[in-house]
């Protein structure tokens, strides 16, 4: 391994992007988790955290009362809601563990700017719209991470990339 690249996992850029990819695939992943919980009464008791290991079940559920939002204010169609109630909550934990790992750096920070922006999109037609501004906030935290991306030291991406470079000493 060239000391280059040593050296550069020790960088700010480096690190800025590591905690800008951990923060994206932490709310992402807990986002599309808190899906498959059922939530109570206003707080979670231990026997609610009884995954089957995802409760299909218990996402439907949620899912329908955030997709009967939408239905009754906005303008969407009907026919879209059912296939992104049950895509969305798998997709949040895919692409946020992606992101967290750094497995496929690029295209899974992308695909999660993509789903920050549907939940923008149907956030911005109803007639409160203040979590559509926090949205644009995770959009810009997801744009930063991709400005910092090129320094993505510490991913799966990284590893693997080091793992079949050839070292200095491999091409004397």
């Known amino acids: 391994m060239s000391e280059s690249n040593n050296n550069q996992f020790f960088k700010g850029e480096a690190w800025a992007c590591f905690f800008l990819r951990m923060w994206i ?3 992402l992943m807990f986002a599309g988790l ?3 919980l059922n939530k109570t009464d206003g707080s ?3 026997e609610e955290y009884k995954f089957g290991f995802l409760d299909t079940e218990k ?3 949620t899912m329908a009362n955030i997709t009967d939002t939408i239905r009754t204010n906005t303008a969407i ?3 879209t809601l059912g296939p992104y109630a049950t895509f969305l909550p798998w997709a949040l934990l895919i692409v946020g563990a992606s992101v967290m790992l750094g497995l496929f750096t690029r295209i899974s920070l ?3 700017g993509a789903l920050v ?3 923008s999109f149907g956030l911005m037609l109803l007639p409160d719209d203040t979590a559509a501004v926090e949205r644009g906030v995770e959009l810009i935290v997801v744009a930063l991470a991709l400005l910092t991306v090129k320094h993505n030291t510490g991913s799966v ?3 693997i990339a080091l793992a079949f470079s050839k070292d200095d000493e491999e091409e004397n």
Do not use: I, Q, V, Y
């Open 117 to 119: 922006l549907s939940l």
């Open 44 to 46: 979670w008791t231990s």
């Open 110 to 112: 992308f695909l999660a």
């Open 77 to 79: 169609p009907e026919w």
């Open 25 to 27: 695939g932490m709310r």
């Open 34 to 36: 808190t899906k498959f």
């Open 59 to 61: 996402a439907a559920n």
């Open 157 to 159: 991406d990284n590893l």
